[in-house]
């Protein structure tokens, strides 16, 4: 997976709010933003809502927040798991995510200069809607399935949260940088619902059977497909977390 709606839940807003509080003075700031010191959880807190509804949608050029709704992402896959009853090669590529500028941060905390304890972050979106084209191929509940087309993935009232493990790395200085050793997290919608065009090469009987199936048991193939996207997200946030925090020192983040 390259990139995947993962990172927009969790990594984009969080960091978009941090990058924002330390670029300068307060006046140099959009207003209604300002910069945190460490441990104050609901300023980072207010900071991420802050950005999520007033420029997720247009993001902020001059200081590089790009677009988050809809925000697109160039491909992701999900491999076959054998031992699963949803054992599917999915894939896919061009997609948006619609939603985000109506998702709210619930909980924040952790922070700290020694990065001794992991960040906790939890988010809440009443909609996400995940548009564009798609393949697989595979089984799902026994039966085959197989398609080509565009997607539709909705999903209801999802929470999001996320634990993430730093390390302090020194840089010399007295400046303290930091880098993700661990990341867990875990997305829960409250119902989602699968529409997917070109089905079985175009066979009407056979794809309507198939979305009546997922539709009907949305809750277990998304559990089933949970841990593989959970890693992937894990892998992705990691990594883009690492350049960021490897490059700016939580001195320059923070007020501390």
Known sequence: MERNFSLVLLLLPLLSCLTISVRGHASDLPAGIQRCAIK??????????????????????????????????????????????VSIDLSFTEVDLLGLSRARAKRLGGFSLDLSNPIEFVMEAPEL??????????????????????????LKHCKIHSLITLRPISKGGHHTFAEVTDIKLQVDPSHVSYKLEGLFHGQKDLSENMHILINENWQEIFNELKPSISEAMGLIVK??????????PLEELFIV
Do not use: M, W
């Open 239 to 248: 990594s883009v977390l690492n350049k960021t925090f490897g490059k700016t």
């Open 129 to 154: 809607a995940f548009k564009g084209p798609y393949s697989v191929d595979g089984k799902v509940l026994i039966l085959p399935i197989v398609g080509k087309g565009r997607a539709e993935i909705v």
């Open 40 to 85: 104050d959880n609901e300023c980072v807190l207010n900071g991420v809502n802050f950005v999520l509804k007033n420029h997720a949608q247009s993001g902020i050029k001059e200081l590089g927040l790009i677009p988050l709704d809809p925000l697109h992402v160039t491909k992701f896959t999900i491999g076959r798991n054998p031992h699963s009853p």
